[in-house]
């Protein structure tokens, strides 16, 4: 069998111990912990089994849904933009940042650039670089691949591949830092680094995860914070998204939300949970809504593909991926598939073409990746249709599209054989007197390796007697006897974990923050209670939203406060190098808690709290006890008519580097909550 | 007397026998009459599953237009060639009106060996014995594709004087995947590695599986490289006493 580029991708994937042990630590973690997160929803196969009828309802009629977004997001004050395929697209960037630059009047452009899987789609780093326009990847592993010129090796963990010493390497070479193998003091050398890209970018940059046709939202998710940052400090916001990444309304964004998180990440909600609804104050928002084959894949056998919601736990049960990483899922012409794993196998075909149909091949059915898709989408059925040919018009005549023509001869000869069922007989027959011939003693014997069963194993030889000519037509029963002790099976009733115990909201609410490495303090005096704090860090000065705390008292006990973003408080110390004193420390109202998850609620409004809670590196939010709600859905008329608004669930984080925890990458490292006991009669 | 049709499967009929023959014997002491319809030679799943729908078909049609000729269930020792008469002949007859009803019909008679014993007859018990550890490898197109696990377990707890040991990992695809081996041995070779080494871990002598192309594939790993467990079907083991 010729071997092909793809397969020598793959020999180099699996002879690679390095990448090897980082692959089966991705899948091995990933995959327990989102069994640890579902365990917290019991019902989750019926809210799976709604996900898929809503993205199928959304699917069938996406161009009303658009239609209804596009309304909103205009009468929101957003500038919506269409692309039909990767080149509109990437010039509708271009024409965006000569604008801002035009503006600027003097310097070259800077964009920061949240993680987008379309932008990789579209390769649009490497278009704007030709133009002089300046990139720079936000997220740590995007940051880390891009450093590398490297294209990311997983949707949810680009630089899954890499180890810490590489990454060190990497560091010292292209940032000029000492050679340090310890990951929080490279996630806080890349907090500098990018810090300083935040607040001197021209352009934020990101994806969406997913835009609500009925208000216009964006919803946009990250753990780092780093989605916050370019969507709330550069003055210009431009969102790129895939056309089919919408749902109906906030209510089915709520479901999507237990269960993205819990199937990417294992988390019962990303870190920062984004709703943005108008730009904000002295900003411009734009959102590029892009087809690039999309509509063809609405309209091909593949349309099924369009539900994926990019969770990447496909990819991470893949036993296919774990051999490979994202490098190694290339096309014909060795280019590297913007979309790896199971899905990417069906959607970079599906998306552009021939090219990548050759993944498809790669596959044994085995359905770990559906019995983990919680939209539940048929990505066997939908591989097999790949490599029918129904990926692509051209491919409408390929039968065995990707498959090697060696396979393809043994496979046209075995139909044929089979399609007669006298000369399958003889065939049988004459195959096992070839096997007894070649191999008179044993049951097993050695086949060469070109075969592709030779390879790694033995073949059997055929029996002598198939079981054809063993059959006669005897009905008299010639079993053995045995005693029969016919029982009937105990219905296997599964044990459900018993639901919602008598734990109050406040408990739940404490303890699930606190499990995030997240701070509760209960209060009835919140004033006195964070002087006390900040005295015992040592800290004087803080960005304070109006009308949270009393601010005479404040000025009493020597705490200065500002409510406008502030160079002081925006570029303080990193906590890699943490100087009591120059500490940085945001304070904000928190509309909601939520008990379920941990999560508190910041609006936007007067005294920049979005601002607040996330460049410091403390944020202390006030919260009052009767204002914990359940869970998500009951939060989402909160923040129907709010310009912007995010769902904070513990402290910025990310896990970018061998898959290690790792607190405070771009948002706050520490989260306090002061719990205000507001109940009558207390 | 309850007429089972048996579809013998091309892997189990040509290296196979003494499976379909432990089946046959398994479902006469149950006082079922069993057929062998003349002219079943393969359902079709090796082309499908690799794309080659124009070579499927005729099979497709051929199996159906066998077991047409028949009433009653039908029954199989392997969950992908029921998976293939369930569920891929519907797609792969989608756009032809004439035969799609007659795969869906084909389809309802459609059972795995063990599915058939435990959901449709209702036994869990076939007095079965067997003196010694075993461990059993769920393969991935019945345990995900048609959704039959516990079903194989049940009638493996109640053998007796086995002891059943849970093999790690043991959702894990061995690797074999039909065409794919072929196409792409090097995967297919790592997965067969893993399997062994957890199949090494129970220090169980005998892997049961309920599919003879896994079978075919983790047996033939385990000669290569000279190891000394066996790989057996479950009928083999059920018929055993």
Known sequence: MSTTSFRSRIRESIANETLQKALDANAERRLKGRAAAFESIPDWSERRQRAHEIRTDVIERLNDYLAQFIGNLEKNGVIVHRAQDAAEAIQMILDISQEVKREKGKGDILIAKSKSMVSEEIALNHILEKHDIKVVETDLGEYIVQLRHERPSHIITPAVHLTRAQVAKLFQEKLGTPYMEDIPVLTATARKVLREVFLTADIGFSGVNFGVAETGALCIITNEGNGRMVTTIPPVHIALMGMERLVPNLDDLTLMLSLLPRSATGQKLTVYTQLLHKPLANQTRHLIILDNGRTRLRNSPLRESLYCIRCGACLNACPVFRELSGHAYIGADNSIAPYPGPIGSVISPGLLGENYVQLAQASSLCGACKEVCPVDIDLPKLLTRVRAGQATKEGKKKNGAGLSPLSKFFMRIYSRVARNPRLFAVSQRLAAAGTHLVSPFSNMFRIPAFTGWGYSKDFPRFASRPFRSRWKNDDSGNGKSVNWDIQQVESQAINLPTDQSTVSPTDSFTAELTALGGHVTQTKNVTGSIIEFLKSRGIDRIHLEPNTLDESILQKAGITSTNIPDTGILSGATPHFPVQSSETCGVTKAICGLADTGSILIVDGEGSPLHASLLPEIHLAVLKKSDILPSLPDAMDLIRDKSAAVFITGASRTADIEMTLTIGVHGPGEVHVFLVDDSMGQ | ?241
């Open chain 2, 1 to 241: 007397m309850t007429e089972v049709q048996l579809f013998i499967t091309c892997l189990v009929d040509s290296f196979f026998p003494q499976t379909g023959e432990a089946i046959v014997d398994i479902l006469h002491r149950l006082g079922l009459s069993v057929d062998f319809p003349a002219g079943q030679t393969c359902c079709g799943q090796p082309a499908f599953n690799a794309g080659l729908r124009a070579e499927a078909r005729p099979l497709a049609e051929q199996t159906i237009r066998v077991f047409e000729k028949t009433s009653g269930d039908i029954v199989m020792p392997s969950g992908s060639c029921a998976h293939m008469m369930k569920h891929n002949y519907p797609e792969l007859f989608a756009d032809d009106p004439a035969w799609l009803p007659r795969a869906k019909a084909l389809g309802e008679r459609v059972f795995e060996f063990t599915e058939y014993l435990v959901d449709r007859l209702g036994v869990t018990d076939l007095g079965a014995r067997w003196d010694g550890v075993l461990t059993y490898h769920p393969s991935c197109h019945l345990s995900r594709g048609m959704n039959i696990d516990r079903q194989p377990r049940a009638l493996l707890a109640n053998i007796r004087g086995a002891t059943i040991v849970d093999l790690p990992n043991a959702e894990e695809c061995c690797g074999f995947g039909g065409v794919m081996s072929m196409e792409h041995p090097e995967l297919s070779a790592e997965w067969l590695k893993r399997k062994i080494s957890n199949l090494e871990e129970t220090k169980s002598p005998i892997l049961v599986v309920a599919e003879a192309g896994c079978l075919m594939h983790i047996a033939g790993g385990l000669h290569r490289q000279g190891k000394s467990q066996r790989v057996v079907h479950i009928a083999e083991i059920l018929n055993h006493v």
